[in-house]
Every structure is written in structure tokens, then in C-alpha cells.
């Protein structure tokens, strides 16, 4: 992870994430795949930005790359701080009770023991699943999964939250309540958020401002800054009106679908 | 639920109360709803056996009636002659298969770690499985004599490649999913194994264990035909004496004593851990 630096001065005042450039290219001869190209962003702290794209577009990568999991093949990246990653299947440990998945979580970065019960019954209360706490994941339904998850991610108690598509294989009351959910802990918790997504609405719903993605290369093709109050709905018309706006400017893309790479 | 007038007149009214049997209230009457189709599986062969005994396709003193051999049974059950036979036996099996559970499970790891040695013997692993035990026993007998020594060796080396095997497809098939979650969570080296490797292998790791044991049974008798040593009447050395005595009774009540020990431990050890197992993590149950 040469590229990435990690020390918070070299970030702008008050950016928690900074790319520069950064470019992501997978495997190495004739199967080179250009994930990213030359993307430059920055998120603010306690910012919550949603990343739009259609699949295929880099976003888990851009992910993967924030979540230092990989690392760029070209360009900067720079964190003010840990990341925490959430995934679109809850990636919970079948074996784990609720309770136990994310106690994992705080006993993995550290937490002394005799701490870790109450922190743990903090962030269950937080994501309102007191009384699933010793529910094993498949005893919970998804958008229950999803809100242990949630609770899990932050046990991690990194700043900066990576959410890759949470909500997407919800149904949709389900994942309506869990926007106002996640809402309301991001307030409460003061996270910076990068949210990926592939549903317009549900970027413009959720996020400060929306970041607009190409597909192969992955590229910033627009941002929007979502300038509506809090809090909004799905059918707001205002954030329909923005969605439909957002829709066709990447539809005027072509969504890079079916061009060579 | 809306359902049609002309419906509802039909449904009984808001779920009665199901007729009650009293067997019902009675603490063994479940154990009973799973027994009585064993139990029956086990009367019907009962009668074929006899039939087959009255057709006359064998003189009786070669293929004995059941009633002839359960009463054998009862009684070499009752002299302690069958149950001591039953101890020296699974005495063999309490130390030759923890000593295959040790050696598979320190195999399988090696294998799972170790590219090398995954191109090195991974298949030959898999082909010791496919071996029949009995085809060791010759050499085992240059190698350890008739001794107590080359029955551990041909358990071990029929039992072991299956737990290692269980075990190494337990690893090489946790979800990558659940790895990188492990790995956000910040669990390295140790603690991805401690913590996502060795849980997620679980079951599969149970299932190894379950069929290493049966392998290991099946070795040990198989050994105790042909490694006998003196004054240890084992299971398998009563099966050959009554072979050359021509004592078919005690013969075929021997062999019920070696199924229901496999029966007993397979259920009782294997099939409650396993069930366990799977019912804490929702998966489906036989």
C-alpha cells in the first residue's frame, strides 16, 4: 500500500478522504481489466456522499481501494482516518449470534473484555435490535441482518463508514425504513459515509451529494450536490425531480454499456 | 384471511384444538414417532430372514434362524462373554482413532497452508482414501508383527486421510465473503483462522470426523481377523472363531453386536454434534 498515505495534514482542513488520480487496473497481460481511471474525489468529514454507478463500474473496487483492502495502481489516496466497510450481503458469521458478531468486531480492534458487553448493547440499541441479540443471522430477517451489520461496521469505531450497496437486495419497505435508520445513526454517530449504489433515488435520498460514475474505465462523470432538506423521502418530488435529472445525464452516457473497453 | 361465504361454512371454526391422543402427553411418545419406522424396517427383515431360513436354501446349523440367534445374543450379552469382547474392541478404536483425528487434522492444516504440499500429495491423500484398509495389513504384519501395533497402523491409515480430507475442503470452501469480512474486521494471520477459517469449516470438518470414524471401525475389524493375539477376545476374533467352530448362532450375534455399536456411536456421538452443528447456523436438517 505504497500509495496510500495515511497521515491526516496532508489531507485538506476538514476532508476525510482525498483521491488523486487514483486508477485501479486488475489482473496483468491480456486480461488487464481498467477497473478506475483517474479518479478524483474528495469526501468531507461527516459528509455523506453516495456513489453512483450502473454495475460493473468500479464502485467495489473504489471500495476495496478506501477500505485498503487493495491497492491503487496509479494516483494518491489519502485517509484521515480508519474505514469501516459494510457489505451488500451482511457477510455475518453464521456461526455468531447477533450479539457475538459484533462483540467480534470490538474484540478484534482491541476492546478489553470486561468493556465489551455494554458497547455491545450500545450498538444494538443503536440499530434498535435489543431484543435479537442472541438471534444467530439466520433467525433474522435481511433488513434485520443488515441493521446487525450496521452494528458491526461501527463497533469497527472507524470514522469514516464504506457502505457497498447495504440496501440492495431489500425489499423496498424494508429498505425505506432503514434509510431513515441509517439517517438518524449517521447524525447521531457523526460518520463521514461513502455509500455505493446503483439506485438513483436512493443516492439522492440519503446523500449530501452524489457522485456519478462511469462504467469501464470507472470515471467521475458529474456530482450533484443535493442541496434538499432533511428529512426526505423516496417519493419526494423534489428527489424525483433530481433523480430523473441524474438518470438522464447518464443515460446520455450510453451507461458505457456495450462499448469496448 | 377472507375467504368465501360459501368457503367459510367448510373451514372448521378458528383452529380447533387437535384431537389429543394421551400418547401424546407422555414424555417417550416422541421418541416412539421416530423409532416406530426403524423398528419396523427391523421386523421386516427379521421376516425374510426367517422365511428365507424356512425355504431350505441352507441347512440350519449354516444360516440359523432369527429366533435361534437373538436368543444367542441375549445370552452371550448376558455371560459378559459378547460385552468384554465389545470393550477390547472399542478400546483398540479409543486409541486408534483419536490418534487418526490428530494425524488427519495436522495433515489436512499442513495441506491447507501449503501450496507445495498441496500439489505434493493432495491427491494422494484422496487416493489413500480409496484404498482398502485390508490391502495394508500384509504389510503391516512384516512391519509390526501380530501386534496391537499394526491394527493402529492400518486404523490410522484408513481413518486419517478422511478427516484430513474433510477438513481441507471445510477450508477450501469458506465463503470469500466471510474472509473479507474478516479481514475489514482487522483479523490477521492467527485470528482469520481462529475466528473465520476454522468455524467456517465446522461442518465440513464433522462430516470428515463422522466418516473417518466409520473408516477406522471398518479397519479395526478388518484387523482383528487377521491380527489376533492371544488371549484378547476381541470382536473380530470371536467372528473367526465361530467361523472355524461352524457356530453360526454366535457368528451372526457377534455381527449385530458390531452393527449396533456402529449404529449407536454414528447416532449418538456423530449425529447429535452434527445436528448441532447445523441447526445453530439454519442449515437444513436431515
Same mark, same amino acid.
Given at each position: 500500500?505504497?500509495?496510500?498515505?495515511?497521515?491526516? /495534514?496532508?489531507?485538506?482542513?476538514?476532508?476525510?478522504?482525498?483521491?488523486?488520480? =487514483?486508477?485501479?487496473?486488475?489482473?496483468?497481460?491480456?486480461?488487464?481489466?481498467?477497473?478506475?481511471?483517474?479518479?478524483?474525489?474528495?469526501?468531507?468529514?461527516?459528509?455523506? =456522499?453516495?456513489?453512483?454507478?450502473?454495475?460493473?463500474?468500479?464502485?467495489?473496487?473504489?471500495?476495496?481501494?478506501?477500505?485498503?483492502?487493495?491497492?491503487?495502481?496509479?494516483?494518491?489516496?489519502?485517509?484521515?482516518?480508519?474505514?469501516?466497510?459494510?457489505?451488500?450481503?451482511?457477510?455475518?458469521?453464521?456461526?455468531?449470534?447477533?450479539?457475538?458478531?459484533?462483540?467480534?468486531?470490538?474484540?478484534?480492534?482491541?476492546?478489553?473484555?470486561?468493556?465489551?458487553?455494554?458497547?455491545?448493547?450500545?450498538?444494538?440499541?443503536?440499530?434498535?435490535?435489543?431484543?435479537?441479540?442472541?438471534?444467530?443471522?439466520?433467525?433474522?430477517?435481511?433488513?434485520?441482518?443488515?441493521?446487525?451489520?450496521?452494528?458491526?461496521?461501527?463497533?469497527?469505531?472507524?470514522?469514516?463508514?464504506?457502505?457497498?450497496?447495504?440496501?440492495?437486495?431489500?425489499?423496498?419497505?424494508?429498505?425505506?425504513?432503514?434509510?431513515? /435508520?441509517? /439517517?438518524?445513526?449517521?447524525?447521531?454517530?457523526?460518520?463521514?459515509?461513502?455509500?455505493?449504489?446503483?439506485?438513483?433515488?436512493?443516492? =439522492?435520498?440519503?446523500?449530501?451529494?452524489?457522485?456519478?460514475?462511469?462504467?469501464?474505465?470507472?470515471?467521475?462523470?458529474? /456530482?450533484?450536490? =443535493?442541496?434538499?432538506?432533511?428529512?426526505?423521502?423516496?417519493?419526494?418530488?423534489?428527489?424525483?425531480?433530481?433523480?430523473?435529472?441524474?438518470?438522464?445525464?447518464?443515460?446520455?452516457?450510453?451507461?458505457?454499456?456495450?462499448?469496448?473497453? | 384471511?377472507?375467504?368465501?361465504?360459501?368457503?367459510?361454512?367448510?373451514?372448521?371454526?378458528?383452529?380447533?384444538?387437535?384431537?389429543?391422543?394421551?400418547?401424546?402427553?407422555?414424555?417417550?411418545?416422541?421418541?416412539?414417532?421416530?423409532?416406530?419406522?426403524?423398528?419396523?424396517?427391523?421386523?421386516?427383515?427379521?421376516?425374510?430372514?426367517?422365511?428365507?431360513?424356512?425355504?431350505?436354501?441352507?441347512?440350519?446349523?449354516?444360516?440359523?434362524?432369527?429366533?435361534?440367534?437373538?436368543?444367542?445374543?441375549?445370552?452371550?450379552?448376558?455371560?459378559?462373554?459378547?460385552?468384554?469382547?465389545?470393550?477390547?474392541?472399542?478400546?483398540?478404536?479409543?486409541?486408534?482413532?483419536?490418534?487418526?483425528?490428530?494425524?488427519?487434522?495436522?495433515?489436512?492444516?499442513?495441506?491447507?497452508?501449503?501450496?507445495?504440499?498441496?500439489?505434493?500429495?493432495?491427491?494422494?491423500?484422496?487416493?489413500?482414501?480409496?484404498?482398502?484398509?485390508?490391502?495394508?495389513?500384509?504389510?503391516?504384519?512384516?512391519?509390526?508383527?501380530?501386534?496391537?501395533?499394526?491394527?493402529?497402523?492400518?486404523?490410522?491409515?484408513?481413518?486419517?486421510?478422511?478427516?484430513?480430507?474433510?477438513?481441507?475442503?471445510?477450508?477450501?470452501?469458506?465463503?470469500?465473503?466471510?474472509?473479507?469480512?474478516?479481514?475489514?474486521?482487522?483479523?490477521?494471520?492467527?485470528?482469520?483462522?481462529?475466528?473465520?477459517?476454522?468455524?467456517?469449516?465446522?461442518?465440513?470438518?464433522?462430516?470428515?470426523?463422522?466418516?473417518?470414524?466409520?473408516?477406522?471401525?471398518?479397519?479395526?475389524?478388518?484387523?482383528?481377523?487377521?491380527?489376533?493375539?492371544?488371549?484378547?477376545?476381541?470382536?473380530?476374533?470371536?467372528?473367526?472363531?465361530?467361523?472355524?467352530?461352524?457356530?453360526?448362532?454366535?457368528?451372526?450375534?457377534?455381527?449385530?453386536?458390531?452393527?449396533?455399536?456402529?449404529?449407536?456411536?454414528?447416532?449418538?456421538?456423530?449425529?447429535?454434534?452434527?445436528?448441532?452443528?447445523?441447526?445453530?447456523?439454519?442449515?437444513?436438517?436431515?
Amino acid at each position: 500500500m505504497t500509495a496510500v498515505i495515511s497521515a491526516a /495534514e496532508r489531507l485538506r482542513q476538514g476532508n476525510a478522504v482525498e483521491l488523486d488520480g =487514483v486508477s485501479k487496473v486488475h489482473g496483468s497481460g491480456r486480461a488487464t481489466v481498467q477497473a478506475l481511471d483517474g479518479i478524483t474525489l474528495s469526501v468531507a468529514q461527516g459528509e455523506f =456522499v453516495c456513489v453512483l454507478g450502473a454495475s460493473g463500474c468500479g464502485k467495489s473496487t473504489l471500495l476495496d481501494l478506501l477500505a485498503g483492502l487493495e491497492a491503487p495502481s496509479s494516483g494518491t489516496l489519502r485517509l484521515g482516518s480508519a474505514t469501516a466497510l459494510m457489505f451488500q450481503d451482511s457477510a455475518l458469521f453464521p456461526w455468531l449470534t447477533a450479539a457475538r458478531n459484533v462483540d467480534l468486531a470490538l474484540k478484534l480492534r482491541g476492546v478489553p473484555r470486561a468493556q465489551r458487553p455494554a458497547k455491545v448493547a450500545e450498538l444494538l440499541e443503536l440499530v434498535r435490535l435489543s431484543d435479537f441479540a442472541d438471534k444467530r443471522p439466520h433467525e433474522l430477517s435481511g433488513g434485520m441482518r443488515q441493521r446487525v451489520a450496521l452494528a458491526r461496521a461501527l463497533g469497527q469505531d472507524a470514522p469514516i463508514l464504506l457502505m457497498d450497496e447495504p440496501f440492495g437486495a431489500l425489499d423496498a419497505m424494508t429498505r425505506d425504513v432503514l434509510h431513515t /435508520e441509517l /439517517e438518524r445513526v449517521w447524525r447521531i454517530t457523526g460518520r463521514t459515509i461513502v455509500f455505493v449504489t446503483h439506485n438513483v433515488r436512493e443516492a =439522492v435520498r440519503l446523500g449530501d451529494r452524489v457522485v456519478l460514475l462511469t462504467s469501464r474505465p470507472g470515471r467521475v462523470l458529474a /456530482e450533484f450536490e =443535493v442541496g434538499l432538506p432533511r428529512p426526505r423521502h423516496l417519493d419526494d418530488v423534489e428527489v424525483a425531480t433530481l433523480a430523473g435529472a441524474i438518470t438522464e445525464r447518464l443515460r446520455g452516457e450510453g451507461h458505457g454499456h456495450g462499448r469496448a473497453g | 384471511m377472507a375467504a368465501p361465504a360459501d368457503l367459510r361454512d367448510h373451514t372448521p371454526a378458528p383452529l380447533p384444538a387437535p384431537p389429543r391422543s394421551p400418547l401424546r402427553l407422555l414424555p417417550g411418545a416422541r421418541p416412539w414417532a421416530a423409532a416406530w419406522p426403524k423398528l419396523s424396517a427391523v421386523v421386516l427383515v427379521l421376516v425374510v430372514w426367517q422365511l428365507v431360513v424356512w425355504s431350505g436354501w441352507r441347512p440350519q446349523f449354516v444360516l440359523p434362524a432369527p429366533l435361534t440367534v437373538l436368543r444367542q445374543f441375549a445370552e452371550d450379552v448376558a455371560n459378559g462373554e459378547l460385552l468384554a469382547a465389545t470393550a477390547v474392541t472399542l478400546r483398540r478404536a479409543a486409541v486408534g482413532y483419536p490418534v487418526s483425528v490428530a494425524v488427519g487434522t495436522a495433515l489436512g492444516l499442513l495441506v491447507a497452508r501449503f501450496r507445495v504440499l498441496r500439489t505434493a500429495v493432495g491427491s494422494l491423500i484422496t487416493g489413500l482414501q480409496t484404498m482398502p484398509s485390508i490391502a495394508w495389513f500384509p504389510l503391516a504384519i512384516l512391519l509390526f508383527k501380530l501386534s496391537e501395533g499394526a491394527i493402529l497402523f492400518v486404523v490410522v491409515l484408513g481413518s486419517a486421510p478422511s478427516v484430513a480430507n474433510g477438513l481441507l475442503s471445510g477450508i477450501d470452501h469458506v465463503p470469500p465473503l466471510l474472509l473479507r469480512a474478516g479481514q475489514v474486521l482487522g483479523a490477521r494471520g492467527w485470528g482469520t483462522y481462529r475466528h473465520v477459517v476454522f468455524p467456517a469449516a465446522l461442518p465440513a470438518y464433522m462430516a470428515g470426523l463422522k466418516q473417518g470414524w466409520a473408516f477406522a471401525w471398518r479397519s479395526l475389524l478388518a484387523g482383528e481377523l487377521l491380527v489376533i493375539i492371544a488371549n484378547r477376545e476381541s470382536l473380530g476374533v470371536r467372528l473367526q472363531f465361530a467361523r472355524e467352530l461352524s457356530n453360526a448362532p454366535v457368528l451372526i450375534a457377534t455381527m449385530i453386536g458390531i452393527l449396533l455399536v456402529g449404529i449407536v456411536i454414528d447416532a449418538l456421538v456423530f449425529g447429535q454434534v452434527e445436528r448441532r452443528i447445523r441447526a445453530r447456523r439454519g442449515l437444513a436438517s436431515r
